[in-house]
């Protein structure tokens, strides 16, 4: 290889070179270039064998990831103050440039978009380099350039003055800063409407401003040199997740301030998948670029996404347009113009690769105050009409609220008087029931008086009758009647007082009703009759006369048959409550009982009449006949 450059270079050309006299040099014309497949040789091999090399509009290039070298003879102008030059270039990834003097080599520096932040000499920049020269000398500048994104390379190299390009590069800093600084601003207030109206549009501005904004920070390589520096390959895969996401931010704005779901189902049923389309992209492209670095690859796939964008951007449209606010319109003007952007970008990548990337980040800087400018004049157009619509509706309110009080007075007046004329039939009514209760009264009260007074004469003829009475069955028949008619006048007057308003206590009538009939059976008391009964239990009116008889009847018995002879006498009267309703009555004296011989005889008349009465009041009894007699009965209370 060495004797074939050394042949070659025996026969090597001369080229025509530039004199640099302060003005700006595109150096496209003047390099001569060669392709290194292998990239071994060192820039003394090519500097000694310029022979080979061919021009650079003569040279057909090979694979765009090969080593390409660029050779160019430079004359510096007599009379120059500050001869330093600036050499710069875009996109490339990785640029090594020698200066050689005199035949030997002066300088290396290295470049490159995707050059470590270390091995980049301080002063220099990843895209640019500055040569120092003298007035009057002449160089020879050779390069080494070697793009890996697998895009054709681009040997855009342009030298100037130092100071040329660096007032260039601040007024550009400035004008990206000033655009950047605009979109944060954009961001910023957003996100503040967003939190305060909570309004959901506001999220969809938000994520597209915040996409697209570090999109443009990206390709312009800012995040490259804030955050990635040392690894700038790494951080240019973040770039095509950054526009996805600015589409993702306009595809949800669109869904809110147009609200798709529910006034253009159509359009939302088939804008579902965008943002699984837009996440496949990201996906697709982030592999690509990661495992192969072939970034041809990724932006040719990439370049698909815009037409279908494309597409549905139109069909949207379409569809929508008709239905659309006046206010909405604004959102659609803005649409319409990042259609007509992406439509221009795909043309110009499609054909002109790289090279279109400056003006997409201007375009996309753009797109964001048109955007963020025409979204707002809707936001207020929209505001504006609702307060418009508002003001309608309240006007609209008031007229019938006033309506309604009208109807609602005029209903009150209504039943005002239909309540005034029920109320003074009501209380005419009230008076007539009150005269009715007076008389209903008093007719008790009268009743009540001659139903005492005709017991209290059967108790007193009966009682007189008692003393001459010798035969001794009717004696006993008469004092079983007085005893009832004793239990019926307890029962009256007990009742009277329950309709007065107490209630008929068991354990005091019980007392009562024994104490009576013991003075008329049992004259020297060596009957003992004890009770067991809580107090608080009452009996109901409908049930006392009953039991005034069941107990009267029992305590009858008792003492006629149940003691004769007896030592110790004693009746045992106990009530238990079951629940609220129930009670349960024991009744048991410990006399002499009754035999089979006897039941018919002593329980001709009394005990069916105890059964009758206890079933009048629902109630069961059962008897048990050890020890004495013993009755239990359940009875409700």
């Not at 390959?233 to 600015?246: D, E, S, V, Y």
């Not at 589409?247 to 049923?269: A, E, I, R, S």
């Not at 107090?535 to 029992?554: A, P």
Request: hydrophobic share 40%; net charge positive.
């Amino acid at each position: 290889m060495a004797c074939l450059l050394f042949c070659i270079g025996l026969a090597a050309p001369s080229f025509t070179a530039p004199t640099l006299n302060g003005q700006r040099i595109d150096l496209q014309p003047y390099w001569v270039a060669v392709e290194d497949p292998t990239g071994i040789l060192s820039p003394s091999d090519w500097y000694n064998h310029s022979g080979i090399f061919v021009p650079l509009d003569s040279m057909k290039q090979g694979s765009p990831t090969s080593y390409y070298w660029l050779r160019a003879t430079i004359h510096v102008a007599n009379g120059i103050a500050n001869a330093d030059q600036v050499l710069s270039f875009h996109h490339l990834t990785y640029v090594d440039a020698y200066l050689f003097q005199d035949s030997l080599q002066i300088l290396h520096k290295q470049a490159g978009q995707f050059r470590e932040n270390s091995a980049i000499t301080e002063g220099d920049g990843r895209l640019y380099t500055i040569l120092p020269m003298k007035a009057g000398g002449t160089y020879t500048l050779l390069l080494r350039v070697h793009h890996t994104k697998h895009f054709k390379p681009n040997f855009d190299f342009v030298l100037e003055s130092r100071r040329s390009f660096f007032r260039q590069m601040h007024t550009r800093i400035a004008v990206d800063s000033a655009l950047q600084g605009g979109a944060a601003f954009f961001l910023i207030y957003t996100l503040l409407s967003w939190i305060v109206s909570g309004y959901k549009p506001y999220r969809g501005l938000a994520i597209f401003i915040a996409g697209i904004g570090l999109y443009v920070c990206s390709m312009g390589g800012y995040l490259l040199e804030w955050f990635f520096s040392e690894n700038p390959a790494t951080g240019w895969l973040l770039n095509m997740h950054f526009l996805n996401l600015g589409l993702f931010g306009l595809y949800l704005l669109v869904l809110d301030f147009w609200q798709l779901k529910t006034k253009h189902p159509q359009v939302y049923h088939y804008g579902r998948w965008i943002p699984a389309f837009l996440a496949a992209s990201s996906v697709s492209a982030f592999l690509i670029d990661f495992t192969t670095g072939n970034y041809k690859l990724a932006s040719q796939l990439t370049l698909w996404e815009h037409p279908i964008m494309q597409f549905f951007i139109l069909f949207t449209l379409i569809k929508c347009w008709p239905r659309l606010s006046h206010a909405q319109r604004y959102l659609a003007y803005g649409i319409m113009l990042l259609g007509a952007m992406g439509l221009t970008i795909t043309i110009s990548t499609t054909f002109l690769h790289e090279r279109v990337l400056p003006t997409i980040v201007l375009l996309s800087d753009a797109i964001i105050m048109v955007i963020f400018l025409l979204f707002s004049t809707g936001i207020k157009e929209e505001m504006r009409r609702n307060e418009a619509e508002k003001q309608i509706a309240l006007r609209e309110l008031n007229s019938l609220q006033q309506h309604q009080n009208t109807l609602l007075e005029q209903k009150v007046r209504e039943r005002t008087e239909e309540l005034s004329i029920a109320n003074r039939r009501l209380q005419k009514q009230k008076h007539i029931l009150t005269e009715r209760h007076a008389k209903i009264e008093t007719l008790m009260g009268e009743l009540n008086h001659r139903v005492k007074n005709n017991l209290q004469l059967l108790y007193g003829l009966l009682s007189l009758q008692l003393p001459i009475v010798k035969d001794g069955v009717s004696r006993d028949i008469l004092k079983g009647n007085i005893g009832k008619i004793r239990a019926m006048m307890l029962v009256n007057q007990k009742l009277l007082h329950f309709e007065q308003g107490t209630g008929v206590c068991l354990g005091d009538f019980v007392s009562e009703l024994a104490a009576h009939l013991q003075k008329i059976y049992d004259t020297r008391e060596k009957t003992r009759i004890l009770q067991d009964i809580p107090s608080g239990i009452e009996l109901s009116n409908k049930h006392t006369l009953s039991f005034g008889l069941i107990l009267s009847e029992l305590l009858t018995n008792t003492f006629k048959h149940a003691f004769h002879d007896h030592p110790n006498p004693c009746i045992y009267v106990k009530a238990i409550p079951v629940n609220d309703r129930t009670l349960q009555f024991d009744y048991t004296d410990n006399g002499v009982g009754i035999s089979g011989e006897e039941s018919g005889e002593k329980f001709t008349m009394g005990i069916p009449l105890v059964k009758d009465l206890t079933r009048q009041m629902n109630g069961r009894m059962t008897i048990a006949k050890e020890n004495g007699l013993s009755y239990s009965f359940t009875i409700p209370v």
